[in-house]
């Protein structure tokens, strides 16, 4: 198994309030994500990082905000959390070989109650 | 842009009875990956299969195939003979690696039940 951990595991916040999540791996892959899962839409990219200090929004970053300072941890802010935000959060990590695309590996995830 | 379709949104079968999972999707890139990943009632996301669209081949695992057919743009997946144990939500997905973001457009998901 790829070791890639999520912290906290379960979380209930205020409306307003701010939430940070933490991904942490010790593959040292160069790419990370960060996913939610809602019912209906299965899994959809917040934003994801390709190495250092490097990061890009995917298609429903609106509301969050990522940092990555190591190579193995990757973090998710929620500035002011909203009840929209109630989702269970995954983190992906990725080594693309080359011209080639290995998969994605997923932590356990981390459920998210905005209250 | 890339959509990946799952129109099953859930499927019951009683153990022993195979079940067929349908993905279709939608790429204008000539080159890109197909995954299918599997989530089991304890929430993690199991990684399943990868194909690169110059490889047409059916892949067989086990119990498990996959029938990849780019002149349909469908990449459907097959367990037979079915367990309990593969009661799950099924995830097919997309990848475009010359995006350079290698990021994975996922359908919706397919809950499978297997009834003993």
């Known amino acids: 198994d790829a070791g890639i951990t999520q912290s906290p595991r379960h979380k209930v916040t205020e409306t307003g309030t701010p939430v940070t999540l933490r991904c942490h791996q010790t593959?040292?892959?160069?790419?990370m994500y960060w996913y939610r899962q809602d019912p209906g839409h299965g899994l959809r990219l917040i934003h994801y990082?390709?190495?250092?200090?490097?990061?890009d929004k995917g298609e429903v970053s609106d509301g969050y905000s990522v940092s990555r300072s190591k190579t193995e941890d990757f973090l998710l802010t929620l500035e002011s959390a909203t009840s929209s935000q109630t989702s269970v959060y995954f983190c992906?990590?990725?080594?693309?070989?080359?011209?080639?695309?290995?998969?994605?590996?997923f932590g356990p995830g981390t459920r998210l109650t905005v209250t | 842009a890339q959509k990946v379709t799952q129109a099953q949104t859930e499927i019951s079968v009683v153990e022993k009875e195979d079940v067929t999972l349908d993905c279709v999707y939608e790429?204008?890139?000539?080159?890109?990956?197909l995954f299918w990943y599997k989530q089991p009632p304890s929430g993690e996301l199991v990684f399943l299969i990868r194909?690169?669209?110059?490889?047409?081949q059916n892949e067989i695992s086990g119990r498990y195939s996959w029938n990849f057919q780019k002149s349909t743009s469908s990449f459907n997946f097959t367990i037979t003979a079915s367990q309990v144990v593969d009661s799950a939500v099924y995830f097919c997905?997309?990848?475009?690696?010359?995006?350079?973001?290698?990021?994975?457009?996922f359908g919706a998901g397919t809950t499978v039940t297997v009834r003993a």
């Open positions: 992906a990590i990725s080594e693309p070989t080359g011209p080639n695309l290995t998969e994605q590996y």
């Open positions: 593959e040292n892959h160069r790419y």
């Open positions: 990082s390709y190495g250092v200090k490097d990061t």
């Open positions: 790429t204008r890139d000539t080159t890109y990956y």
């Open positions: 194909r690169n669209s110059f490889d047409e």
């Open positions: 997905a997309l990848s475009d690696p010359q995006s350079n973001d290698y990021k994975l457009s």
